[in-house]
């Protein structure tokens, strides 16, 4: 069995602040890790994804997300928020090879404060 | 850049009546997925689809859903007789890859309220 616990539902960072959104999981197998984005009214949106190749994974607008086994964590952080980054991020984890299924954690809702 | 294209965006029925909800997966992709997000809840899985059949289903899937694929291009989940709740938003999401690397493209979803 396969879950990701996200930390805070609601987080809140000034313009041109560090973003940091945590993630943790739990996988029997070895774990694929994504961070996707929703947007208001919109689907979810791949940001970026862990595949065992780099543990320091670059994704779509600036963030990153680092795979550390040690601590089962998988944080999606950006240097410098900007209003547009304002929306749902959730975290979602995949087993290995054959087991494409995405489990999902309950989202983190970033707000940007001007 | 190609899209998993979902119709209605918006779906009102009375409980007791069946929706089919609709799908576009992108052309080239085998794999195809069903998942709802009850408002203010997480993303759950409901059922993937591949080769004409149903290869895993959640036991949220049960006997009042039901997905088909009727053409080269559609992908539709139904419902027989909705119940309230069943009101959340439907995601579609397709992949052309076998795996779990594989990124789903999620539609933008149809929001169903049933009343």
New interface residues.
Partial sequence: AQSVTQLGSHVSVSEGALVLLRCNYSSSVP??L?W?VQYP??????LL?Y?SAATLVKGINGFEAEFKKSETSFHLTKPSAHMSDAAEY?C?V??????????????TRLTIIP | EPEVTQTPSHQVTQMGQEVILRCVPISNHLYFYWYRQILGQKVEFLVSFYNNEISEKSEIFDDQFSVERPDGSNFTLKIRSTKLEDSAMYFCASTNLQGGNSPLHFGNGTRLTVT
């Fill in positions: 774990p694929y994504f996707y009214n919109q689907g979810l949106q791949l994804k595949t959730f979602a995949s087993g290995a090879f054959g087991n494409e299924k995405l489990t999902f954690g309950t989202g």
